[in-house]
Nanobody, 120 residues
């Protein structure tokens, strides 16, 4: 079955930047709505940002002005550009997407997560 795969996490110093990417493990027809979520140790998973099929975006207050969600419909990719990172941003980041396969089946799936650690 098609899976979502995140990449781009890592260790970065406070004030630094990272770009996360989310892609399907196989060619798919289209990604509709998608979002990035994060879960820090001992905390609930929370929405970071989401984007509709038309490109409208929504952000958690804690990341407004620092993070940007975007999409490349031709490549069926979703990105999260994270700037001015803070240690409070340390978490596992997950992609969630509503997508359609070439077999015209619709799925809503989570990726396996990518670790982002902000530390000096």
């Amino acid at each position: 079955q098609v899976q979502l795969v995140e990449s781009g996490g890592g260790l970065v110093q406070p004030g630094g930047s990272l770009r996360l990417s989310c892609a399907a493990s196989e060619r798919i027809f289209r990604i509709d709505a998608a979002g990035w979520y994060r879960q820090a140790p001992g905390k609930e998973r929370e929405l970071v940002a989401d984007i509709t099929s038309g490109g409208s975006t929504n952000y958690a207050d804690s990341v407004k002005g620092r993070f940007t969600i975007s999409r490349d419909n031709a490549k069926n990719m979703v990105y999260l550009q994270m700037n001015n990172l803070d240690p409070e941003d340390t978490a596992v980041y997950y992609c969630n997407a509503d997508f359609i396969t070439y077999g015209r089946r619709r799925y809503v799936k989570w990726g396996q997560g990518t670790q982002v650690t902000v530390s000096s």
